[in-house]
């Protein structure tokens, strides 16, 4: 087995290759291998000038004090949701939530944040109160030298600033998703549209409606109608520059894309399931659903000679290529037996429960499930695990919590830089986190591929593990799943160590190389009913529970000790009893009539199910 220092190797190797060679690499290094920490080390020696675009505040955080730790000069790139204390999200306002509902929703008009504040007398007839005191941070920030710090970091939004970028090694950190996107209802886009149409004389539609028929008749002709034709050799909506959002800070109006839309609809491809794609001349890639809603991917504004670096822990390459094009370069760092030997240096034992994938997204509803595993798991490790599982779940589980039994957790979405969890141990992952259809279709449209769901030989469509969605659809589907499962895995440990941080994971959706131990899993139901509470009540009754023998009479006795008149009759008691036994093997039967009953493994029961784990 490799000594740990291989490992953080390796992963300086790989960024330090990728930091020297030109062109677009993506660098798929596990968490915990130092690639965000090793980068910065390397761009001090190199003495190369960067940006790096990342997500959330904590990993700006993190880039923040290691440059400093390097001696690097680091710069946040100003956010109105960041920096000011007028329209700022919550907990940086200071104004109150009246003035930010009015700067957002100029914003939303098409007001870009510069603006707002240059000229907030004549839009809210007073200054912004960020600026009465002095100058708003937003503001500064804007005007700061960029020239002045070596790195600078952002958000995905600001990649579409090319002055950001320029003369700078570009760093993606983990990959940006809808971040990169415009996306518009179908009322949105259908609007936009109509506003353009409305007064663009040399076309004869009124609305997306009659661009559909149009199309539709064309169906077999050769060539589109002379007016149409020439309009389409025209600029307009040719380019998504020709918003003009990007390079001003804008946030255009949704009815600014009518021109781009109208292009799209009229040379669109059509996708064999449901949906189109467009791209125009700028390399502006538009896709619709079936639903009509409309997803924008403009070109990112790099120089042809940019070095672009793309890190992330579980990558889907083609979703990278998707943002990044295909002449992206893919440069592993481990192989697949190296990076399980990465597992087991930082502790990791995962241990598979389930032999399908639990989707917890899309109304997943399964709390007494979920809860029988959160006390079968409390019951093995004597402790309560931490438990990762979706938003909806966790609210479905919220009448389960109790002074008996009480859990700390976090739902899929927020776990993305979190280094906070590292050494928590046990955890339960409950289900994976599989997107929509629609979201694995969108992407893999904007590749230009179809995912509908493939079907069997009888025209049945494949579900659970058999689930395809073609070759492009499958390796969405496994970076957006699979990928996602492992990365909440590895939020509980960030470090090599010697214990073992066991990860139960209630899915079968984690990636083949891993490697998890499988074991058997079965859940029963014994709460079905006041009757067999009450049985169960009688039989744990006493100092003695778990050695004392019974009769059924004696049984029936205890029940009408503790439940009075409410309490079930010896009928109904000896029907629960042969349940328990029998179905559930939690008690014993001993002897010939009258059969004596006591405890087997009743301990062992949860409060609604029983469950069986063997290895």
């Not at 000011?84 to 957002?104: D, I, L, N």
């Not at 241990?351 to 509803?365: A, K, Y």
């Not at 009258?594 to 609604?608: A, D, I, Q, T």
Request: hydrophobic content about 35%.
């Amino acid at each position: 087995m490799n000594d740990s220092r291989y490992f953080y190797a390796e992963t300086r190797n790989a960024l330090k290759t990728a930091i020297e060679t030109e062109g677009r690499t993506l660098v798929p290094a596990l968490p915990a291998l130092g690639k965000s920490t090793g980068t910065i080390e390397i761009l001090a020696e190199s003495g190369q000038k960067a940006v790096i675009f990342t997500d959330t505040h904590k990993l700006y955080d993190q880039i923040e004090n290691q440059c400093k730790k390097e001696g690097l000069r680091s710069h946040v790139l100003p956010s109105f949701h960041n920096h000011c204390s007028t329209g700022g999200k919550e907990g940086v306002r200071e104004h109150g939530s009246e003035w930010a509902r009015k700067f957002r929703a100029e914003y939303k008009k098409g007001r870009g944040g510069r603006e707002l504040h240059e000229n907030a007398k004549q839009i809210f007839g007073k200054e912004l109160p960020c600026q009465s005191t002095g100058q708003c941070d937003y503001v500064r920030r804007l005007d700061s030298n960029l020239d002045d710090y070596d790195v600078l970091i952002g958000n995905y939004r600001h990649m579409f600033k090319p002055e950001y970028s320029e003369s700078r090694i570009v760093i993606i950190d983990e990959f940006p998703g809808d971040g990169v996107l415009t996306t518009l209802s179908s009322d949105d886009a259908n609007n936009a549209i109509l506003r353009y149409l409305a007064g663009e004389n040399s076309l004869s539609f009124m609305s997306a409606e009659d661009i559909l028929i149009y199309r539709h008749n064309l169906i077999g002709e050769t060539d589109h109608d002379p007016a149409v034709r020439e309009w389409l050799l025209g600029t307009e909506g040719t380019t998504f520059e020709s918003v003009s959002w990007h390079r001003e800070g804008r946030n255009p109006n949704v009815t600014a894309y009518g021109s781009l839309l109208v292009r799209a609809a009229l040379e669109d491809t059509k996708l064999a399931d449901g949906w189109s794609q467009a791209v125009l001349s700028d390399e502006t890639v538009i896709v619709r659903s079936p639903a009509g809603r409309v997803h924008i991917l403009p070109p990112l504004p790099f120089d042809e000679g940019t070095n672009i670096i793309a890190l992330d822990g579980t990558p889907s390459l083609e979703m990278w290529r998707t943002v990044l094009g295909d002449e992206l370069e893919y440069l592993p760092v481990l192989s697949e037996e190296e990076q399980r030997e990465w597992l087991n240096h930082l502790g990791l034992r995962i241990i598979q429960l389930s032999e399908t994938t639990i989707p917890v997204f899309g109304g997943r509803d399964d709390p007494h499930t979920d809860y029988a595993l959160i006390e079968e798991i409390t019951r093995r490790e004597e402790t309560v695990p931490f438990v990762i599982t979706s938003k909806n779940g966790f609210r479905n589980l919220r009448p389960f919590e109790s002074d008996e039994l009480v859990w700390e957790g976090e739902h899929y979405g927020n776990l993305k830089g979190r280094n906070d969890l590292d050494g928590r141990n046990p955890v339960l992952i409950i289900g994976s986190p599989q997107q929509s259809d629609l979201v694995i279709q969108k992407w893999a449209a904007l590749r230009g591929h179809s995912a509908a769901r493939r079907k069997d030989e009888h025209g049945n469509i494949l579900r659970g593990t058999k689930l395809d969605f073609g070759p492009v659809g499958n390796e969405i589907l496994r970076g957006t799943r699979e990928s996602e499962v492992l990365q909440a895995a590895m939020r509980f440990s960030r470090e090599v160590r010697d214990e073992k941080i066991r990860v139960y994971v209630f899915s079968c959706a984690i990636p083949e190389w891993v490697d998890p131990d499988v074991w058997h899993t079965e859940i029963k139901r014994w709460d079905d009913g006041r009757g067999m509470s009450q049985v169960v009540h009688a039989l744990t009754h006493g100092d003695e529970w778990k050695t004392v023998k019974r009769t059924a009479n004696q049984i029936e006795k205890v029940v009408e000790e503790l439940y009075g008149d409410d309490g079930i009759g010896y009928n109904q008691i000896l029907k629960h009893l042969r349940r328990l036994h029998e179905e559930f093997n939690l008690i014993r039967c001993e002897g010939k009539r009258p059969f004596v009953w006591s405890n087997l493994r009743l301990e062992e029961r949860g409060k609604h199910s029983i469950v069986s784990l063997r290895e």
